[in-house]
């Protein structure tokens, strides 16, 4: 597997062999890979052919070389989450080249442009149409290849800025809706064997979540409970977990993959970092 940011997590296996996956949000440009692109070298790694579906046509296709260069099988897919008949045709074109669709990982976000005081409304709706909009119209194209399928998993890619006040604006708000459209696809698409849940990251270091250099990188290794930096790698083997047959009687569960930064309280997390050490108390 590609070794970049993050390190080197070799993830060949058979678990998804025989499967296809469409990944959104999942192109690439060099080797920090953000979420949608570990995603999909991971599910490509484990024997899925991997649709790479991006707004960026090169980002895409950097990404498809990644994941030939590692041995799988992958399609650049590129189109706009917020037209229907490109999102549409981008699902069927998957479906008609690996065969199937049994996978699809709704990773594709755009953060916005602050708080609610600040943002437009051309912004608000903006964020809508691709975080939350976006994700249903994907969804919705691939469930009838799904069910001829037999069934198979969606997951939808949340953050804990849904959970917590960041001042994120339109962004935690839409990643809240994401959240509620998890529940009630696995409400309506249970019967079909289709299985719905959702991932919650949390501070991850990527190139969408890189912010304030080293001191912000410190800063996000210490508001978590482990201390320790996430990585794309984190959020991509949740991912695994979710589509492959291990979590086959999961469904409508929110799981988050931020080190137990949402079970803390700010005090708590305050409390441990001016806390003596070990070596300060002996």
Not at 123 to 151: I, K, Y
Request: aromatic share 4%.
């Amino acid at each position: 597997m590609v070794t970049g940011t993050g390190g080197h997590l070799d993830g060949h296996g058979t678990r998804l062999t025989g499967t296809a996956a469409l990944v959104t949000g999942a192109g690439s440009a060099g080797d920090f890979l953000g979420t949608g692109a570990a995603t999909a070298l991971l599910l490509a790694a484990q024997g899925a052919a991997v649709g790479v579906l991006d707004a960026d046509a090169a980002r895409a296709e950097h990404t498809r070389t990644l994941i030939e260069k590692d041995g799988g099988r992958a399609f650049a897919l590129p189109a706009d989450l917020t037209d229907e008949a490109a999102v549409g045709a981008a699902v069927d074109e998957l479906a008609a080249r690996a065969g199937r669709l049994d996978i699809v990982v709704n990773n594709a976000g755009i953060s916005g442009e602050g708080g609610i005081s600040t943002v437009t409304r051309a912004g608000w709706d903006r964020v809508f149409a691709v975080n939350v909009t976006g994700a249903m119209l994907v969804a919705r194209a691939a469930r009838p290849h799904l069910v001829r399928a037999g069934g198979g998993s969606v997951v939808n890619v949340s953050s804990i800025a849904a959970l917590r006040g960041f001042g994120s604006g339109a962004y935690g708000a839409s990643k809240g809706a994401l959240q509620s459209l998890t529940t009630d696809l696995a409400h309506d698409w249970g019967p079909d064997g289709i299985r719905v849940n959702c991932l919650v990251p949390g501070h991850l270091f990527t190139p969408m979540g890189d912010h304030g250099g080293e001191p912000g990188r410190e800063l996000r290794r210490r508001a978590n409970l482990l201390g320790t930096e996430g990585t794309a790698w984190d959020l991509a083997w949740a991912a695994l977990f979710l589509a492959g047959p291990e979590s086959r009687w999961i469904t409508g569960a929110v799981l988050p993959v931020d080190a137990g930064t949402t079970t803390a309280t700010v005090l708590g997390l305050l409390s441990r970092m001016t806390a003596p050490t070990d070596g300060e108390l002996a």
